[in-house]
């Protein structure tokens, strides 16, 4: 995902499913399983973009995307031909898939299969909160008790019936009964709604409009204060463009302490890694970065470690980084142009050279285009990509003087560090203590998501 600077359409994606490579089970809940037939598929699948996958990722329903090397594969796909979808239990039981259909899976379809077997589940604990009431009526406390404490523990899924058996243990005097949290919207109109809401969001923030961006966000969380989603939007909103990082963090700890997706958790503990290391607090940073490529792999948060291990004067560690980065998507013009600073500095200038002249349009990316063009000499271009950089992308001095201070201190401006333009140019950074660097190029790794 990423902030724009280039327009945006009202299809701009904005629910993205966190589909994650299938690896160890979770220890409860369920898992939707995607068995894409080609890379090409997964690419283009409509899969990849769904409110409702979305927040059931956030409701321990796993999503997890998986091929023949999977040990239990054989078992999820039976005689399915590619591309399948399969919903299973936790360890591996398979309980309902969908086929394809002329070789594509559609997304309503894989919605409806999810939503069926909640449907189902929640019935059951209808029957079980019956059965409930009835021990009570009957005097049996005991099995009353039992009964409702298993149906709380559901409370990941079904946060609903949850609420309700936590309400009648404590009227049987159960103590210590774990709070719930509340569940999200998934009837389809009102969904409909916030997602519309949302999408209006992040055009508006595409565009540059950041302070209605942030109104349409927060419009859309009080729509659905369960929904991660419109958080993570805010927080990065307020950390990337408007650089009011109180704020951001508010957004960022909120998702921490939610149900929330593993994409909205990842993105989370990425924002709050980058703040902390902007704030002096290295290593603390970095574990919150670390944290973040653990919970949810994001190209964004790959380019930052590779940015921290350069700084730090470890250039193999920040190629790794930079690599697995250009691996998430390796046509992605972001991580081109960033993989494209470092090839300048290890003497690959005519090669990186290439690459910012074929994007040298891209406005996010001006900070490192600049970082390419002062490593092969060009002062000239390398100044009037800081300047729009910092006074055409940016539009928050808050944001400017830390991205100024940046430049300051970044080695792949030292052809230019002395220059009178320069250092005018980067004026607000006056009097602000510099981030330590140790000689290696730092970069950006925008955009913000």
Known sequence: MNNGGGGGGSNAPVYIVPWKKASAAPAAGLVLYWFPASSNEYKNSSLKESRTLSLYASQCVAMQVADG????????IGESKLPVAVLAKADGTPINKIENTNGKLRVADVEKLVDGEMKQRESSLD??????????????????IAIYKAVLEQKCLFQKKAKEAAKQLKNLGVADIASVPPGPIFERRQSALIEQTMRRGLVAEMNAH?????????????????????????????????????????????ILNMPADLLSRSVALHGLGKMTIHDGEFKKGLALMEQAVAEFPLALAYRNLAVYWNSEGNPV???????????????????LVFAAVFMAANGKKDEALKIARENVNLMPASYNLAAIYAQNGQRDKALSLLRRHFFQYERYNSVRAKEMMEARVDAVFDSIRTDR?????????????????????????????
Do not use: C, S
């Open 127 to 144: 029957g079980q909160m019956k059965d409930a009431a009835a021990k009570v009526k009957a005097g049996d406390k005991d099995g009353a």
């Open 210 to 254: 950041y302070v209605l961006a942030n109104n349409l966000y927060q419009q859309a969380h009080l729509m659905d204060p369960a929904d991660p989603t419109p958080l993570r939007y805010l927080g990065e909103n307020y950390r990337h463009n408007i650089g009011d990082w109180a704020k951001a963090r508010e957004m960022f700890d909120a």
């Open 69 to 76: 090397q999977l040990p239990i594969a054989d078992k999820l």
């Open 317 to 335: 560690k920040g190629n790794e980084y930079t690599q697995t980065a250009l691996a998430l998507d390796p046509k992605d013009p972001y991580n």
């Open 421 to 449: 333009e320069f250092v005018a140019l980067t004026r607000g950074a006056d009097g602000r203590l510099p981030i330590p660097m140790k000689g290696m190029p730092a970069t950006q790794a925008t955009p913000n998501r």
